[in-house]
């Protein structure tokens, strides 16, 4: 039988700082501990149809667990090529949409440069071990500085390897990056990676061109911390860290590019350092909450499993500082239904994870990883 979420011992509030909408304050989830003992768990995923979880830990490791249990020997452990520290590290993987039969699957980490690297690996014999010696480059891009990596990778819907890539660093995006077409660093990248390095899909919106990167789908990003795909509705929604007084969190079509986010033109919704600007081209936020209520966003997905009945289409976020978990609906290209839930002290949330059934998963400091669970039996 169907679980079902009961919507009561609701509280009606405003945001923390007096503004945005109100936020309902809901007791109906708990967060259930289901891993541990990890350093920094960063990302969590697992192939189609597949019942394990496999966790991404920053230093540069990636465990499976499976039936509850993280198994001892890791599934790939690249930690002596990774730099790891601060925003460096192992971030993400992604696996081969048909990864059962192909056994690909692909990471992105900071090597020890300090520059980015997506890698593609294959499994081994053994399914729950990776084969170490597989790894083939398919991009490498020069970091000019140690923070805004981005980090995410995942195929969309349409079979494409899309990854997030942060402004550069540094504060106020110094070296102009966001708006910058000639470079990849503030840029969401879509690449058709079914041959190696990489190709250019041919509708991506500068494909062709002399002087833009082919390989941008998305610009005008900070740092984008996570990116995710609604699997019912197709829409692509971006969690963008702000600078100094703005979180954000984005929603498009994932057909839609080129999308110009606005970065440094905008901080969320407001101009960035002036009194004026024009957002002419500019797709604004669907969502953003002031550092009155945190300081780096979280994203996370979009609820499409079947244990929260009631939730589905709920996208579900967090802040890195204040530890929230919050979640809203997005309607007719607005957000509404804002809701809060009480699940207790998460700490600080590094990140969400989705399995192959749509459950979601909270990553927090602390090594722990906890699953999105209903309250009330």
């Known amino acids: 039988m169907k679980r079902q979420v009961l919507l009561a011992a609701v509280t009606l509030s405003a945001c923390s700082d007096g503004t945005g909408p109100p936020i309902e304050t809901v007791d109906e989830l708990r967060a259930v501990e289901v891993v541990s003992g990890l350093v920094s768990p960063v990302h969590l995923t697992t192939p189609a149809g597949d019942a394990r979880l496999f966790v991404v830990d920053q230093p540069g490791v990636i465990y499976v667990v499976r039936d509850g249990t993280r198994l001892a020997t890791p599934f790939l452990d690249i930690s002596d090529e990774v730099a790891y520290g601060g925003e460096r590290g192992l971030f993400s993987m992604a ?23 997506v890698e593609r690996y294959r499994v081994s014999a053994d399914p729950d071990v990776a084969d170490a010696g597989s790894a083939e480059l398919v991009l490498h891009v020069e970091q000019p500085a140690s923070n805004h990596n981005g980090g995410q990778i995942a195929f969309g819907p349409d079979g494409m390897l ?16 966001g708006q910058n077409l000639s470079t990849l660093l503030g840029a969401l990248l879509r690449l058709d990676v079914r041959t190696l390095p990489y190709a250019i899909p041919a509708d991506n919106p500068f494909a062709g061109s002399v002087d833009d990167r082919p390989e941008i789908w998305g610009y005008g990003l900070r740092n984008p911390w996570r990116f995710s795909f609604d699997h019912v509705a197709g ?12 979180e954000e969190i984005n929603a498009v079509p994932a057909d839609d590019a080129p999308v110009n986010y606005g970065w440094r033109i905008m901080e969320g919704a407001h101009c960035y350092n002036a009194t004026s600007c024009s957002q002419t081209g500019l797709t604004l936020p669907v969502h953003e909450y002031s550092h009155g209520e945190g300081c780096s966003v979280t994203g996370g997905y979009v609820y499409r499993g079947e244990d929260l009945t009631g939730l589905q289409g709920h996208y579900f976020y967090s802040d890195f500082c204040t530890g929230f978990l919050r979640s809203f609906r997005v309607a007719g290209g607005s957000a509404t239904e ?16 989705e399995d192959s059934a749509g459950e979601l998963y909270v990553l927090a400091g602390g090594g722990r990883v906890y699953r999105l669970d209903r309250a009330v039996e």
């Open 95 to 117: 696996f081969d949409p048909e990864y059962d039969s192909t056994g690909l699957f692909w990471v992105n980490y900071t090597d020890n440069a300090g520059d980015t690297r």
């Open 162 to 177: 899309y990854v997030g890539m942060g402004d550069g660093g540094g504060g106020g995006d110094p070296l102009g990056h």
């Open 235 to 246: 829409d692509l929604y971006i969690g963008d860290v702000g600078q100094n007084q703005w």
């Open 338 to 353: 804002h809701r809060e839930w009480n699940v207790g002290d998460l700490g600080n949330v590094l990140s969400f994870g």
